[in-house]
């Protein structure tokens, strides 16, 4: 089965610095997607990125990016430039090929500081 | 607006009460999917909905029981709850059967339940 491993509870950041939130994963597959999602105390989970295994290529979103290290199976967002509206629960997950089915990871509470 | 409404947004009740969660998306999805959230814990899959058929309930207790009248609309009732069933419950919705859904899911801001 698939599992995905977030292994910083908690993380603080001084505005406008970067930080790096990690994730692994551990499948047999050879192609899946990954994903970050956001949630803020609003609770409403909110896309952030999505990276496709078969492409090399680390997917960007403004001022959003990801390390994606398909031989390490780590899958790393990289939130550059913080600001205060970025403090939110951030979750790693995992989807195959091919199914529909979402693993996910137990979340990283990101707070970022003035 | 995100697209996938969830109401109430919170809800107390006792372990003998009856009640209802209510989802729905206006993104023309045709599959919903039931996940429970608890502190420090993965979110739990709880039901899925493709085309409105039931195609996974993972072992939940069947004092949950849910029930997806049409493609838009997903409910879960609740019934003889227990504490540890105090969570937030997600709704979420996506394009099933196509690429659409290597897209990730859209989830609503789902309803706080506590259990007294």
């Known amino acids: 089965a698939q599992t995905v491993t977030q292994s910083q509870p908690e993380m603080s950041v001084q505005e406008a610095e970067t930080v790096t939130l990690s994730c692994t994963y551990d499948t047999s597959e050879n192609n899946y997607y990954l994903f970050w999602y956001k949630q803020p105390p609003s609770r409403q989970m909110i896309l952030v990125i999505r990276q496709e295994a078969y492409k090399q290529q680390n997917a960007t979103e403004n001022r959003f990016s990801v390390n994606f290290q398909k031989a390490a199976k780590s899958f790393s967002l990289k939130i550059s430039d913080s600001q205060l509206g970025d403090t939110a629960m951030y979750f790693c997950?995992?989807?195959?090929?091919?199914?529909?089915?979402?693993?996910f990871g137990t979340g990283t509470s990101l707070t970022v500081i003035p | 607006e995100t697209g996938v409404t969830q109401t109430p947004r919170h809800l107390v009740m006792g372990m003998t009460n009856k009640k209802s969660l209510k989802c729905e998306q206006h993104?023309?999805?045709?599959?919903m999917y039931w996940y429970k959230q608890s502190a420090k814990k993965p979110l739990e899959l709880m039901f899925v909905?493709?085309?409105?058929?039931?195609?996974e309930n993972n072992s939940v207790p069947s004092r949950f029981s849910p029930e997806c009248p049409n493609s838009s609309h997903l409910f879960l009732h609740l019934h003889t709850l227990q504490p540890e069933d105090s969570a937030l419950y997600l709704c979420?919705?996506?394009?099933?059967?196509?690429?659409?859904?290597?897209?990730?899911?859209?989830f609503g801001s789902g309803t706080r339940l506590t259990v007294v």
């Open positions: 909905y493709s085309l409105e058929e039931r195609v």
């Open positions: 997950a995992f989807m195959s090929w091919s199914g529909n089915q979402f693993y």
């Open positions: 979420a919705s996506s394009q099933a059967g196509t690429a659409g859904g290597s897209y990730g899911y859209t």
């Open positions: 993104l023309g999805h045709n599959a």
